[in-house]
């Protein structure tokens, strides 16, 4: 529904990378909903940083 590409994955610490392109405010409302996160999921800090070149493939997220 944010009209976003990208992708996400499991790191080996617990920790989940999401890479995402698309119109920043459409950026900003995915990370305010990645800091809330599923019911049984904890999330204890969401950090943001520019992704420098091309995110593949990935996926629609809609």
């Known amino acids: ?3 976003l590409h990208g992708w996400a994955r499991n790191l080996d610490d617990g920790d989940v990378e999401v890479v995402v ?6 950026v900003d409302a995915l990370a305010e909903r990645l800091r809330e996160g599923p019911p049984s999921a904890r999330v204890e800090r969401l950090v943001r940083l520019p992704h420098e070149g091309d995110i593949g493939a990935g996926f629609l997220i809609g």
Do not use: E
């Not at 392109?21 to 459409?26: K, L």
């Open 21 to 26: 392109a698309g119109a920043a405010a459409m």
């Open 1 to 3: 529904s944010l009209g």
